[in-house]
């Protein structure tokens, strides 16, 4: 079972901390949202689960942390500057602004007024002005999507680390686009994460390649805990495609307002290679690329046994990392009847996503020895380093489980009178409920087998 509605979703996320509106007490910038302490956590370790699963569980795959704030010159070579747009309607009679192709019935979603400009298009790029002097002669713009500098830094990433294709480059970080119509909560939001592997191989490997991270995605998808009758493979016809892709293929997830694209994963053949290299006249480049005079740089690989450059093409699986967050709450969001009269709200969180891993909860909150030991626990599980850890001391106990099956944290641990005397605690497992008393040899273990 998921959420029912997304309203049920965002009053949780409200409620536990987990994301606000952002700028709320000045009344709110529409599509910019901030993560909460409970969503920080969450998002961390969706990250963290990622960036595991491309960098450190692989040997060819190399990290990357660039600058948000982007020469022209790059976004230009990219195609952004030329299309990186969508189509705009002015509403004549309320002044309010859509996204064409969104409209029904080719009406104001606001007014229902049917005058209404011709679409024009609308570039979805911030810019922001470099230095003191603001006349519009330097500026930069907010980087639209990760991938560009991971193309930028390609000859510095290949040299610095000896690699050679078939290898790429992983970047996890902010991307901005000024949606004409941003929702769905953090859906479709102005400022997002993106997690983007851009992984180059010879150009007659690409579609081998391609199937292989199809694959590879959409299984790390259903390891997060994402149900597979909630995903779903769309190939991208061919009149839908990028201007650099050659074919795409998005995993859908059913969110609660629909089906939806939760990563893309394109074969972006040589356009970005090709496109931001100099010298592009010695290379059979293969897309259709702008003339380049501004590069310095050559970005091609030299085979040193056949004495030839190539220019690798590329496969790009490009996720969302707040609609990956999105995804999660929604397929761990779940009622439960506990009996006649009562029920719970709880997250099944995969224990690794989980915000907290373990809530040590004193059953007096004002006896100093129970709280004492408590404190103690909380430090040992603490120093493995798997997670936060917290000491829950409300002094009610029925409260804190339900804080926490709200939260997703998989083991509540209840220190009391009892574990003065020899130690032990009672577990409690968040799905079953179940609880039993171990010792204190025990406890480690217990709670490492949920991560490891
Ligand atoms: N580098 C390729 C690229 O950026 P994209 O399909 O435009 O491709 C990739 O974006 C992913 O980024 C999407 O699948 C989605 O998860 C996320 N994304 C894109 N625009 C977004 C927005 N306005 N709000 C939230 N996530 C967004």
């Known amino acids: ?85 969508d189509p705009l309607v002015d509403c004549k009679s309320c002044k309010s602004r859509w996204r064409a192709d969104q409209l029904e019935d080719q009406s104001c979603p606001a007014c229902k007024s049917k005058n209404l400009t011709e679409p024009r298009p609308f570039n979805l790029m911030f810019k922001t002005a470099i230095g003191p002097v603001d006349d519009g002669s330097s500026f930069a713009y907010l980087r639209p999507e990760t991938a560009q500098q991971i193309f930028t830094n390609f000859k510095n990433v290949l040299t610095s680390t000896n690699k050679t294709i078939p290898f790429g480059i992983a970047q996890i970080g902010k991307s901005f686009r000024n949606e004409i119509t941003p929702r769905n909560f953090i859906f479709r939001v102005r400022e997002f994460e993106q997690m983007e592997l851009e992984f180059f191989v010879d150009p007659g490997e690409d579609e081998t390649w391609h199937q292989y991270w199809i694959d590879s995605r959409y299984n790390w998808w259903l390891n997060q805990g994402i149900n597979k009758n909630n995903l779903e493979l769309l190939e991208i016809e061919k009149s839908e495609l990028s201007h650099y892709s050659k074919s795409t293929i998005d995993i859908m997830y059913k969110f609660p307002h629909g089906k939806e694209e939760l990563e893309g994963i394109a074969n972006r053949t040589d356009f970005d290679l090709g496109s931001h290299t100099k010298n592009q006249e010695e290379f059979n480049i293969q897309a259709k690329v702008m003339k380049n005079d501004k590069s310095t740089t050559k970005l ?153």
């Open 1 to 85: 079972m998921t959420a029912k509605t997304m309203e049920e979703l965002v009053s949780l996320c409200k409620r536990r901390g987990f994301i606000f509106q952002s700028n709320d007490i000045y009344g709110g910038i529409k599509g910019l949202y901030d993560y909460g302490p409970m969503g920080v956590e969450l998002k961390n370790n969706l990250k963290q689960s990622w960036w595991k699963s491309m960098i450190y569980e692989r040997d060819d795959i190399e990290g990357l942390d660039s600058a948000i704030l982007t020469a022209p010159e790059v976004l230009k070579h990219s195609g952004h500057e030329d299309t990186f747009s």
């Open 300 to 452: 091609a690989i030299h085979n040193l046994e056949k004495k030839t450059w190539t220019i690798p093409f590329v496969i790009e699986p490009s996720a969302g990392v707040d609609r990956g967050v999105l995804a999660i709450l929604n397929e761990a969001y779940k009622e439960e009847k506990i009996d006649e009269k009562n029920s719970r709200i709880v997250l099944t969180l995969k224990p690794h996503l989980s915000p907290i891993k373990a809530a040590v909860i004193p059953l007096k909150k004002n006896n100093a020895e129970i709280v004492n030991e408590s404190k103690n626990i909380k430090a040992v599980l603490q120093k493995l380093g798997l997670g936060r850890v917290v000491l829950e001391n409300s002094g009610n106990i029925g409260k804190s489980y339900r804080r926490h099956d709200e939260i997703g944290t998989p083991i509540c641990i209840t220190v009391d009178f009892e574990t003065l005397e020899n130690k032990t605690v009672t577990v409690r497992d968040r799905d079953s409920m179940k609880q039993k008393r171990i010792s204190p040899e025990d406890l480690v273990n217990y709670y490492k087998d949920y991560f490891i």
